[in-house]
């Protein structure tokens, strides 16, 4: 399992420490009365330090079809080319 760090992104930010969870900025975060008014949350890097590139999977095969699906198409396209064939003359 890969391992990422959590670091503030805000440019005056005085903690350079990483983190091994996400959560708020102690230093950026503003708060009033222990609860906070203005969230600076932490964002996903890589452990090289590098910001984290969620990967997009996209499913370009499909799933495999069946005997049975693939029978009822090659029916359908020769009931198809029959009712053309039949059209046309």
């Not at 959560?23 to 984290?52: A, D, M, Q, W």
Request: hydrophobic fraction near 25%; proline fraction near 2%; aromatic fraction near 8%.
């Amino acid at each position: 399992m890969t391992a990422y760090i959590y670091k503030c992104l805000e440019e005056n930010c005085k903690d350079k420490k990483d983190y091994r969870f996400r959560g708020l900025c102690r230093s950026c975060t503003e708060y009033i009365g222990g609860e906070p008014v203005v969230p600076i949350v932490r964002v996903k890097h890589n452990v090289n330090g590098t910001l984290f590139q969620a990967y997009n999977s996209t499913s370009t095969e499909g799933r495999a079809i069946t005997r049975k699906e693939k029978q009822a198409h090659m029916q359908a396209e020769n009931t198809d080319e029959k009712d053309a064939s039949s059209t046309k003359e």
